[in-house]
């Protein structure tokens, strides 16, 4: 059975930081390109970042850009979102997906309020 698994999300002061896993099973993250979407409340869901299966390479939105680095480890079959300095606006609940969105997880709550 296919399945992504994120943990990490919660609720942190702006400017605070937290790590986001999504751990897959079912699948050999290797051969995918994998990242993370989100949705705040009523707005639609958007790529926040990717990153390739081949060599690494990485897609940023422009608004988390420079804060948010996201990584990979295939032996672990995981994959991590590192959200630095965040801001109300990154509220949202975060999905980890396989980039061409065959896959998907079932989400985290990141809330960012002071």
């Known amino acids: 059975q296919v399945q992504l698994v994120e943990s990490g999300g919660g609720l942190v002061q702006p400017g605070g930081s937290l790590r986001l896993s999504c751990a897959a099973s079912?699948?050999?993250?290797?051969?995918?390109?994998i990242g993370w979407f989100r949705q705040a409340p009523g707005k639609e869901r958007e790529g926040v970042s990717c990153i390739s299966s081949s060599d690494g390479s990485t897609y940023y939105a422009d608004s988390v850009k420079g804060r948010f680095p996201i990584s990979r480890d295939n032996a672990k079959n995981t994959v991590y979102l590192q959200m630095n300095s965040l801001k109300p606006e990154d509220t949202a609940v975060y999905y980890c997906?396989?980039?061409?969105?065959?896959?998907w997880g079932q989400g985290t709550q990141v809330t960012v309020s002071s």
């Open positions: 997906a396989t980039c061409g969105r065959d896959y």
């Open positions: 079912g699948f050999t993250l290797d051969y995918y390109a």
